[in-house]
């Protein structure tokens, strides 16, 4: 984006202040901004990386300036010219998560890209932007595996056990619900309480529920204890079969 058109969404009272000379104020601001930034021309070299991206891949300016993808990170080369000829080919932003080998060896590390044209330079340029979530990515993975770990105990009880979210709509039921009602989780999934249970309970479920979401307290209701879960849902656990 050139530095007149960042200029429009300025507030009126900024407009045609005396400001520093725009593309330098720019580079200024890429140049020091705690994210990784970069540019690359219509062949995919680099033309610009500020100090945090050198920083992060131990890399100095002539290492980078002028090389690929395929120079610098082979091993991911392919996808990363990938997203950049999706960005040329539509004009459009981008937003992915790119996965990078790091320097010294560990793991690659996940990264939110935001991907961009950037059309007041030479053809085929494209500007972007990255945040790191490794950290996060790998909680997410932690996470998946307790749920998962958590359900196949859940499967294993005699008792019916369901998982809802917003709305109070069914997200997971375990094999006692399953074989009961004949049907799959992937059948059950956004439906309600209205095709199992009899009209009057519709409401006394749908208000439990939301109790315990709004208080993110336990509730023993006489037809079905519901608890709270992350992620604003709940767990009801119906007896046995």
Same mark, same amino acid.
């Given at each position: 984006?050139?530095?007149?058109?960042?200029?429009?969404?300025?507030?009126?009272?900024?407009?045609?202040?005396?400001?520093?000379?725009?593309?330098?104020?720019?580079?200024?601001?890429?140049?020091?901004?705690?994210?990784?930034?970069?540019?690359?021309?219509?062949?995919?070299?680099?033309?610009?990386?500020?100090?945090?991206?050198?920083?992060?891949?131990?890399?100095?300016?002539?290492?980078?300036?002028?090389?690929?993808?395929?120079?610098?990170? %082979? +091993?991911?080369?392919? =996808?990363?010219?990938?997203?950049?000829?999706?960005?040329? #080919?539509?004009?459009?932003?981008? $937003? !992915?998560?790119?996965?990078?080998?790091?320097?010294?060896?560990?793991?690659?590390?996940?990264?939110?890209?935001?991907?961009?044209?950037?059309?007041?330079?030479?053809?085929?340029?494209?500007?972007?932007?990255?945040?790191?979530?490794?950290?996060?990515?790998?909680?997410?993975?932690?996470?998946?595996?307790?749920?998962?770990?958590?359900?196949?105990?859940?499967?294993?009880? %005699? +008792?019916?056990?369901? =998982?809802?979210?917003?709305?109070?709509?069914?997200?997971? #039921?375990?094999?006692?619900?399953? $074989? !009961?009602?004949?049907?799959?989780?992937?059948?059950?999934?956004?439906?309600?309480?209205?095709?199992?249970?009899?009209?009057?309970?519709?409401?006394?479920?749908?208000?439990?529920?939301?109790?315990?979401?709004?208080?993110?307290?336990?509730?023993?209701?006489?037809?079905?204890?519901?608890?709270?879960?992350?992620?604003?849902?709940?767990?009801?656990?119906?007896?046995?079969?």
């Amino acid at each position: 984006m050139s530095y007149e058109a960042m200029s429009t969404f300025w507030p009126p009272a900024m407009r045609g202040a005396a400001v520093p000379d725009g593309p330098m104020m720019l580079s200024v601001f890429m140049t020091h901004s705690p994210t990784l930034a970069w540019v690359k021309d219509g062949q995919g070299c680099y033309r610009f990386v500020n100090a945090r991206m050198l920083s992060r891949f131990e890399l100095d300016a002539d290492d980078i300036l002028g090389k690929t993808d395929h120079d610098i990170f %082979p +091993d991911s080369a392919d =996808v990363l010219r990938a997203h950049d000829q999706q960005v040329l #080919a539509t004009g459009m932003p981008l $937003e !992915a998560i790119e996965e990078v080998p790091e320097a010294s060896g560990k793991p690659p590390a996940s990264w939110f890209v935001i991907k961009f044209p950037l059309p007041d330079c030479p053809p085929g340029y494209v500007g972007g932007m990255a945040f790191e979530i490794t950290a996060l990515q790998r909680a997410e993975h932690e996470r998946a595996k307790v749920e998962d770990a958590h359900r196949q105990i859940l499967d294993a009880m %005699p +008792d019916m056990v369901l =998982v809802k979210g917003p709305g109070s709509r069914l997200e997971w #039921a375990n094999k006692g619900f399953r $074989e !009961a009602d004949g049907l799959s989780n992937a059948q059950l999934r956004g439906l309600m309480d209205a095709p199992f249970v009899e009209p009057d309970l519709t409401q006394q479920y749908v208000g439990a529920d939301l109790r315990v979401f709004e208080s993110v307290q336990p509730l023993n209701p006489p037809h079905a204890p519901v608890r709270p879960l992350a992620g604003a849902r709940v767990m009801v656990h119906t007896g046995k079969t």
